[in-house]
């Protein structure tokens, strides 16, 4: 297995209420990713993922769709030294 990667993405558009938390959640569980995903003061959604390098990819690809009803406008992705998450969480 591949050495663990780790991103952050901040994503913005028209990204809350529309589930794009849980179906993030959803997303990295699937995947066995790590992490967390919360809302952000200015609309956005932020989110870190942990894993190997293919599944992170996946779901930072995920965040660039988001659920349907998710207009998404634009993703910044971070890589980030890994710090060992387990679980993936919404705040």
């Known amino acids: 297995m591949s050495e663990p990667v780790r991103q952050r993405v901040v994503v913005s558009g028209r990204v809350q209420g529309v589930f794009f938390r849980d179906s993030t959640r959803r997303e990295a569980r699937a995947r066995g990713v790590a992490g967390w995903v919360c809302n952000r003061a200015d609309g956005g959604v932020e989110a870190v ?23 998404v406008a634009n993703v910044e992705a971070t890589q980030e030294p890994p710090e060992g998450l387990t679980g993936f969480e919404v705040r």
Not at 49 to 66: I, K, L
């Open 49 to 71: 993922f942990e894993g190997a390098s293919e599944a992170v990819e996946a779901v930072v690809a995920f965040c660039a769709r988001g659920p349907r009803g998710a207009e």
